[in-house]
């Protein structure tokens, strides 16, 4: 039971333009969500998180957008670089409060940026 | 940020030998750490969470006496994978989360890439 979908594996985008990764969940009792980047061989890195009292949360190039009644997240890069291109995974969690620190991963969405 | 730290980065071993991975919270002290698998163009998946001076609690399907977690400070983690055999060749990662902040955000050491021969 895949809780955290992330439908596109791959996506290419021209440098300089706008890149959108999308992700949906099905558990309703997730309230954080969460954007990593992933390169080869390596642990994810940080990107940019949203509680669910927010529909945005804004950080740099890097924006993400919460519909908690269509239990959707995307994070948009905007302009896209091409050091940008590596796997993104989106991940959420029940939340702190409930003492549940668990994070459940998205399949990952592979971007490219073209130069 | 918070960092942590992973040790060895790889290692290659023998079937039926074990393999310890060190897992290390840099500047923060860490009472939760947790260890994930990542397969070949697959998701992070979590194994367990290790709890600084109690047992460390495995999701399902995951051998707890295969995976031996030991949590014997605020600032290590260690997962020992016994008798290892090829299927176990993976990629494992540790995260913690930096209880300095409010919220849930972990960071992940940089992984270590297990081999079984």
């Known amino acids: 039971d895949q809780q955290v979908k992330q439908n596109s594996p791959s996506l290419s985008v021209q440098e300089g333009r706008i890149s959108i990764l999308n992700c949906d969940y099905t558990?309703?009792?997730?309230?954080?969500f969460l954007w990593y980047k992933k390169y080869p061989a390596e642990g994810p890195t940080f990107l940019i998180s949203?509680?669910?009292?927010?529909d945005k949360n804004e950080d740099g190039r890097f924006t993400v957008f919460l519909n908690k009644s269509a239990k959707h997240l995307s994070l948009h890069i905007v302009p896209s670089q091409p050091g940008d291109s590596a796997v993104y995974f989106c991940?959420?969690?029940?939340?702190?409060?409930?003492?549940?620190?668990?994070?459940?991963f998205g399949t990952g969405t592979r971007l490219t940026i073209i130069p | 940020g918070a960092v942590v730290s992973q040790h060895p980065s790889w290692v290659i071993c023998k079937s039926g030998t074990s393999v310890k991975i060190e897992c290390r919270s840099l500047d923060f002290q860490a009472t939760t750490m947790f260890w994930y698998r990542q397969f070949p163009k697959q998701s992070l998946m979590l194994m367990a969470t290790s709890n600084e001076g109690s047992k460390a609690t495995y999701e399902q399907g995951v051998e707890k006496d295969k995976f031996l977690i030991n949590h014997a400070s605020l600032t290590l983690s260690t997962l020992t994978v016994t008798s290892a055999h090829p299927e176990d060749s993976s990629f494992y990662i540790c995260?913690?989360?930096?209880?300095?902040?409010?919220?849930?955000?972990?960071?992940f050491g940089p992984g270590t890439r297990l081999t079984v021969l």
């Open positions: 558990n309703s009792m997730f309230d954080y």
């Open positions: 991940a959420a969690s029940e939340g702190s409060n409930f003492g549940n620190e668990k994070l459940t």
């Open positions: 995260s913690a989360r930096d209880p300095r902040t409010s919220t849930d955000t972990q960071y």
């Open positions: 949203i509680s669910s009292i927010k």
